[in-house]
């Protein structure tokens, strides 16, 4: 079964331009989380998604974040303007339930850069 | 909000010696997990970590729980070259809350 995929794999970009993520969860599961790591600092939670709606989006930094999840399949993220601070490692990861026991399964995330 | 401390950030390690990663978090969670990470590839899950004094091995990893002290722990037995990764532990509370990550190398 194929895991949880993530595109582009590596971004370089400059300052005010946008760019767009794309993740694939794993078939069937209803979850689907984003999560940033700046240069060495924490994985943060950015939002989740449960099917095409957004369960919960307090982690997304500002509304140059954008996130979207058509039809409850795969989502995209994107980021209009892109700034500086922006860049880092996005992790997508997807889970069957949102409860105590479902584990997330992450993708191999998105390395953007903001020059 | 759920805040998760992780140390040491780095951990050089010689080969054959024990070490050990901390992981304090600030309030209660329902469940701790430990990933590895090798670079440019995803967040592993090496254990899960459901209550009060669990504790889990596999291989040279052992993690264990302590929800009082809020303190998980994940013990490195005898480190050889392939546990050089990335370890991140990461509390849940309806969302999962990471630590900064310890980068570990292994040298001879």
């Known amino acids: 079964e194929a895991g949880v995929t993530q595109f582009p794999s590596h971004s370089v970009i400059e300052k005010g331009q946008t760019v767009t993520l794309r993740c694939d969860p794993i078939?069937?599961?209803?979850?689907l989380y984003w999560y940033r790591r700046v240069m060495g600092k924490e994985i943060k939670f950015l939002l989740h998604?449960?099917?095409?709606?957004?369960?919960?989006e307090s982690g997304m930094p500002n509304n140059r974040f954008l996130a979207e999840r058509t039809g409850g399949t795969y989502s995209t993220l994107k980021v209009q303007p892109a700034e500086l601070e922006d860049s880092g490692v996005y992790f997508c990861?997807?889970?069957?339930?949102?409860?105590?026991?479902?584990?997330?399964?992450f993708g191999p995330g998105t390395r953007l850069t903001v020059l | 909000e759920l805040k998760v401390e992780q140390n040491p950030l780095f951990l050089s390690m010689q080969e054959g010696k024990n070490y050990t990663i901390y992981c304090n978090y600030s309030t209660t969670s329902d469940r701790l997990y430990w990933y590895r990470q090798d670079p440019g590839k995803s967040l592993e899950s090496l254990f899960v970590l459901l209550s009060n004094g669990a504790v889990k091995q596999e291989g040279r990893l052992m993690a264990s729980l302590d929800t009082k002290a809020r303190l998980s722990t994940l013990h490195i037995t005898a480190a050889v070259h392939d546990l050089s990764a990335t370890y991140f532990c990461?509390?849940?509370?309806?969302?999962?809350?990471f630590g900064a990550g310890t980068t570990v190398t292994v040298r001879a």
């Open positions: 990861a997807s889970s069957l339930g949102a409860g105590t026991y479902n584990e997330q399964f």
């Open positions: 990461a509390a849940f509370d309806y969302k999962l809350s």
């Open positions: 078939s069937g599961h209803d979850n």
């Open positions: 998604f449960v099917k095409e709606s957004k369960q919960d």
